[in-house]
């Protein structure tokens, strides 16, 4: 009975497990004169993925993944942040009071125990593309 | 009647309800839920398969289609919202009717196996609610999703692969939209009419359960006295989702746009019956909530056979007192988590007032 079932259960499991997104961006394009100091942040869909770009105050501009790391929710960015007894930029899930500073890394004593990942960021002339490709260290 | 009766080959089996009864005592009344419990879930079949001549399982037309039937179909926005209501009035009367044969002590030797089904079937139902939650694809949903499937990634070995499967993506995406709507109208159905028919055959095999100590006053006759009073029931109960739906019809929120990421309205919170499961996570971590609801879940499933003291006909205040801190503890977390619900809320309009959001749509 088992060694009858066994191939469809993994076959099945195999079928389920499938984690392609229908129709994803595989990039997201725009202008970086899109990112104000009055609106220095945009959520854009890479992948399926939600990913959250930021125009800093030294005006580089960064992107991140926006899924909290607590429980998946949606991040955002806030100019001013309370954390501790500081108010700087930072990153905000709104569902359970999750927070990271500007460099994506998650505040201790809010839910979330693991940082932001940050995205490469290629700036043609203004021209932003954003995939999913992890900032590497050295760059 | 009779002709038709004869014509069918009914005979055999009417005059086996008729000869069945049910025992009439102080506590009789509760029997009646279960049988509401049925009631509820045959309106949900019915206004389901309605919904699904217009409904479409799509991230782009899922919200308009639900729209669509709430502002142009003849009474959709009745049969929508009288299928979001009585999913709550099923899962209202399933935990009423399993409290009830808790405090009975009915699920004591033969019934064991109600009791265990009676279990799957709430499980079942409580599955009903979190795959329908998704299909409107408004934004509260589309939230409560996002938490609701990144949960079962604390349990260790099996997590990921339980997590990926309810998503089929790795972010809730059109794809869970199909498995959560499969899920919701093919595969749920087909087991829980398979556990309501066991729960069922058994419920007529063994006769209604007493409690220890009931005064027998007599016996209800199945056919006619016992079903007419049920059937009064059954129409007390649709009158009254009737009504509800359409002096309240059932909320739809803004839709989600999958390819504009937005963050989540203020607030985000799962249906009244998974709140004090959404309250218990802000005091412990995900997988000790997990382990310990898991504890909880097995532990009520064995009831039956621990409960030593009932299988033997005798008093057994232990288990009333825990049915008691059961209760207590579900009303306790679901109250504070309203609360807390209310305060974000207010926070958020707090917030908006005082610190810009840039994330705001653009």
């Given at each position: 009975m088992v060694a009858f079932a066994a191939p469809f259960v993994y076959a099945a499991s195999k079928f389920l497990s499938y984690q392609g997104v229908l129709g994803g961006n595989k990039t997201a394009t725009f202008s970086a004169e899109e990112l104000t100091p009055d609106s220095p942040s945009k959520l854009v869909e890479i992948e399926g993925e939600p990913v959250i770009v930021v125009r800093e105050a030294d005006n580089s501009i960064r992107a991140f993944t926006a899924t909290c790391t607590h429980l998946g929710c949606i991040v955002s960015f806030r100019p001013q942040l309370a954390i501790g007894h500081e108010v700087t930029p930072g990153f905000y899930c709104k569902c359970h009071g999750g927070k990271y500073d500007v460099n994506g890394i998650n505040i201790p004593g809010t839910p979330p125990k693991a940082p932001l990942t940050e995205l490469e960021v290629v700036d043609v002339a203004d021209d932003l593309t954003i995939s999913l490709l992890p900032k590497t260290a050295s760059q | 009647m009779s002709a038709l009766i004869d014509l069918l080959h009914l005979r055999e089996p009417v005059e086996a309800l008729k000869a069945k009864s049910v025992p009439r005592h102080r506590s009789a009344f509760w029997y009646y839920l279960g049988g509401l419990a049925l009631f509820f879930f045959c309106v949900q079949i019915v206004t389901g398969v309605l919904l699904l001549m217009y409904y479409?399982?799509?991230?782009?037309a899922a919200h308009q289609s639900v729209e669509m039937i709430v502002?142009?179909?003849?009474?959709g926005s009745m049969i929508r919202s009288v299928h979001s209501w009585a999913a709550n009035a099923l899962i209202a009367t399933v935990f009423l009717h399993m409290f009830s044969v808790f405090f009975m002590k009915t699920y004591r030797s033969p019934r064991a196996i109600l009791w265990v089904t009676g279990i799957v079937l709430l499980l079942l139902m409580l599955g009903f609610g979190f795959t329908g939650y998704l299909l409107p694809w408004d934004s509260t949903a589309y939230f409560a999703t996002r938490i609701g499937t990144e949960?079962?990634?604390?349990?260790?070995?099996?997590g990921d692969t339980i997590a990926s499967w309810l998503r089929g993506s790795k972010e809730v995406t059109g794809a869970t939209l199909t498995r959560l709507f499969g899920l919701h109208v093919a595969i749920l159905p087909l087991i829980a009419l398979g556990f309501a028919s066991v729960h069922i055959a058994i419920t007529a095999l063994l006769g209604s359960g007493t409690p220890r100590t009931a005064e027998i006053k007599g016996e209800t006759r199945f056919l006619p006295d016992y079903l007419f009073g049920e059937s009064i029931l059954w129409l007390i109960g649709l009158a009254v989702l009737l009504a509800v739906a359409v002096l309240f019809p059932w909320n739809l929120g803004p839709a989600y746009d999958l390819t504009k990421p937005s963050e989540p309205p203020a607030g985000v919170h799962p249906e009244w019956y998974f709140m004090f499961l959404y309250q218990s996570l802000k005091y412990v971590p995900e997988w000790s909530a997990v382990l310990i609801y898991t504890i909880v879940l097995l532990f009520w499933t064995a009831v039956p056979w621990l409960d030593r003291n009932a299988r033997r006909g005798k008093r057994s205040p232990v288990f009333t007192w825990i049915g008691i801190l059961a209760i207590a503890g579900i009303a306790t977390l679901t109250t504070l988590a309203y609360f807390s619900v209310a305060q974000e809320q207010a926070d958020a309009r707090t917030e908006q007032t005082s610190v810009p959001d840039t994330t705001a749509p653009h």
């Amino acid at each position: 009975m088992v060694a009858f079932a066994a191939p469809f259960v993994y076959a099945a499991s195999k079928f389920l497990s499938y984690q392609g997104v229908l129709g994803g961006n595989k990039t997201a394009t725009f202008s970086a004169e899109e990112l104000t100091p009055d609106s220095p942040s945009k959520l854009v869909e890479i992948e399926g993925e939600p990913v959250i770009v930021v125009r800093e105050a030294d005006n580089s501009i960064r992107a991140f993944t926006a899924t909290c790391t607590h429980l998946g929710c949606i991040v955002s960015f806030r100019p001013q942040l309370a954390i501790g007894h500081e108010v700087t930029p930072g990153f905000y899930c709104k569902c359970h009071g999750g927070k990271y500073d500007v460099n994506g890394i998650n505040i201790p004593g809010t839910p979330p125990k693991a940082p932001l990942t940050e995205l490469e960021v290629v700036d043609v002339a203004d021209d932003l593309t954003i995939s999913l490709l992890p900032k590497t260290a050295s760059q | 009647m009779s002709a038709l009766i004869d014509l069918l080959h009914l005979r055999e089996p009417v005059e086996a309800l008729k000869a069945k009864s049910v025992p009439r005592h102080r506590s009789a009344f509760w029997y009646y839920l279960g049988g509401l419990a049925l009631f509820f879930f045959c309106v949900q079949i019915v206004t389901g398969v309605l919904l699904l001549m217009y409904y479409r399982p799509t991230p782009e037309a899922a919200h308009q289609s639900v729209e669509m039937i709430v502002r142009e179909v003849p009474f959709g926005s009745m049969i929508r919202s009288v299928h979001s209501w009585a999913a709550n009035a099923l899962i209202a009367t399933v935990f009423l009717h399993m409290f009830s044969v808790f405090f009975m002590k009915t699920y004591r030797s033969p019934r064991a196996i109600l009791w265990v089904t009676g279990i799957v079937l709430l499980l079942l139902m409580l599955g009903f609610g979190f795959t329908g939650y998704l299909l409107p694809w408004d934004s509260t949903a589309y939230f409560a999703t996002r938490i609701g499937t990144e949960i079962p990634r604390t349990i260790p070995i099996l997590g990921d692969t339980i997590a990926s499967w309810l998503r089929g993506s790795k972010e809730v995406t059109g794809a869970t939209l199909t498995r959560l709507f499969g899920l919701h109208v093919a595969i749920l159905p087909l087991i829980a009419l398979g556990f309501a028919s066991v729960h069922i055959a058994i419920t007529a095999l063994l006769g209604s359960g007493t409690p220890r100590t009931a005064e027998i006053k007599g016996e209800t006759r199945f056919l006619p006295d016992y079903l007419f009073g049920e059937s009064i029931l059954w129409l007390i109960g649709l009158a009254v989702l009737l009504a509800v739906a359409v002096l309240f019809p059932w909320n739809l929120g803004p839709a989600y746009d999958l390819t504009k990421p937005s963050e989540p309205p203020a607030g985000v919170h799962p249906e009244w019956y998974f709140m004090f499961l959404y309250q218990s996570l802000k005091y412990v971590p995900e997988w000790s909530a997990v382990l310990i609801y898991t504890i909880v879940l097995l532990f009520w499933t064995a009831v039956p056979w621990l409960d030593r003291n009932a299988r033997r006909g005798k008093r057994s205040p232990v288990f009333t007192w825990i049915g008691i801190l059961a209760i207590a503890g579900i009303a306790t977390l679901t109250t504070l988590a309203y609360f807390s619900v209310a305060q974000e809320q207010a926070d958020a309009r707090t917030e908006q007032t005082s610190v810009p959001d840039t994330t705001a749509p653009h």
